[in-house]
């Protein structure tokens, strides 16, 4: 899904790591696609992924909370939310371009939680 972007911390160390606020849910990502010069303060066009290193586990929730939840100071998250054929609603739309929810059926339309290794950004020509 597309969004407007607001550009809220760029980290002068780590050139892919952008801070975003997106409709008032605030994350760190890794801008993985970025054809053009982004500054702070600004807003983009964006679409947003994950990128899972080891095994994906979902669980199912009882609650229907949608949230992304740093994990410490790491790129790690938890996400939660409501789950799609090909995305999470966590109140922010998080594609699977992987294609790893395929494997959970039963969970489809269910408040699930998962744990990612960083939120990816890809910033989008208009």
């Known amino acids: 899904m597309r969004y407007l972007a607001l550009v809220?911390?760029?980290?002068?160390h780590i050139e892919?790591?952008?801070?975003?606020?997106?409709q008032g849910i605030e994350?760190?990502?890794?801008a993985f696609i970025c054809p053009y010069e982004v500054e702070g303060g600004k807003?983009?066009?964006v679409s947003i992924g994950f990128t899972i290193l080891d095994g994906l586990e979902i669980r199912e929730l009882c609650d229907s909370k949608k949230e992304l939840e740093?994990?410490?100071?790491?790129y790690n998250y938890?996400?939660?939310?409501v789950l799609n054929e090909d995305s999470?609603?966590?109140?922010?739309?998080?594609?699977?371009?992987?294609e790893y929810f395929a494997n959970y059926p039963d969970l489809i339309g269910k408040a699930v939680?998962?744990?990612?290794?960083?939120?990816?950004?890809?910033?989008?020509?208009?």
């Open 88 to 98: 999470i609603d966590a109140g922010i739309v998080i594609s699977d371009d992987d």
């Open 113 to 126: 939680e998962f744990q990612v290794d960083r939120i990816n950004v890809e910033f989008l020509m208009d």
């Open 43 to 45: 807003k983009y066009p």
């Open 70 to 74: 740093r994990i410490g100071t790491s």
């Open 27 to 30: 994350f760190t990502g890794f």
């Open 8 to 12: 809220k911390g760029l980290d002068p």
């Open 16 to 22: 892919e790591e952008v801070t975003l606020d997106i």
């Open 78 to 81: 938890y996400i939660r939310g």
